[in-house]
């Protein structure tokens, strides 16, 4: 079974300041994916990622993955309110089975 | 009206109830998909259509009865619910099983008394 570990959990994050989620996985995988969701709304898709070392960049998220690892990064550059919602990576195989990571609710502060 | 949309937003529902979530997605994808999400739990695939077939159960339990008459249309029917079923149902699509991200509808939030 595919497992997903996402960390932190939780992260209060100080605007102006850069930080990372990591997401591990257990076994190997050819794509994953990063969503953002905000409260009561729908998963949004953020990035795939589908090779080792494919890093993807949008305004101020980048996410890069390293397939031997087993090991993705969201790195957020200086932080702003709007970045407050949670993340979720998700992880899958050949067999479209994505294996969801518990999320990191991001709180962004003055 | 565009992407995955899904009916209602919120139910409350009696255990003795049957009352079911509908699910419309206008992106033309064939596949489509149930996911469940709890509070503090990784979001939990419940199950998988293809091209109107169902290619995943995920030991879902009977209480809750998929139909997808379409590719365009899928419905969880619902039915002497528990009150730990009580959650956020999530309807995803994607252009076929396996191929491409997938599209998530905003969910219907349930709540069982």
């Known amino acids: 079974e595919l497992k997903v570990e996402q960390n932190p959990l939780f992260l209060s994050m100080q605007e102006g300041k850069n930080y990372t989620i990591y997401c591990n996985y257990s076994t190997t995988s050819d794509r994953l994916y990063w969503y953002r969701q905000d409260p009561g709304k729908s998963l949004e898709s953020l990035f795939v990622?589908?090779?080792?070392?494919a890093v993807k960049q949008e305004g101020r998220l980048m996410a890069s993955l390293d397939t031997k690892a087993r090991l993705s990064t969201l790195h957020i550059t200086a932080a702003v309110h709007d970045l407050s919602a949670t993340y979720f990576c998700?992880?899958?195989?050949?067999?479209?089975?994505?294996?969801f990571g518990a999320g990191t609710t991001v709180t962004v502060r003055a | 009206e565009t992407g995955v949309t899904q009916t209602p937003r919120h139910l409350v529902m009696g255990m003795t109830n049957k009352k079911s979530l509908k699910c419309e997605q206008h992106l033309g994808h064939n596949a489509m998909y149930w996911y469940k999400q709890s509070a503090k739990k990784p979001l939990e695939l419940m199950f998988v259509y293809n091209f109107k077939e169902q290619t995943e159960n995920n030991s879902v339990p009977s209480r809750f009865s998929p139909e997808c008459p379409n590719s365009s249309h899928l419905f969880l029917h619902l039915h002497t619910l528990q009150p730990e079923d009580s959650a956020l149902y999530l309807c995803?699509?994607?252009?076929?099983?396996?191929?491409?991200?997938?599209?998530f509808g905003e969910g219907s939030r349930l709540t069982v008394l």
């Open positions: 995803a699509s994607s252009p076929g099983q396996g191929a491409g991200e997938l599209f």
């Open positions: 990622l589908l090779s080792n070392g």
């Open positions: 998700a992880v899958g195989r050949n067999d479209y089975k994505l294996s």
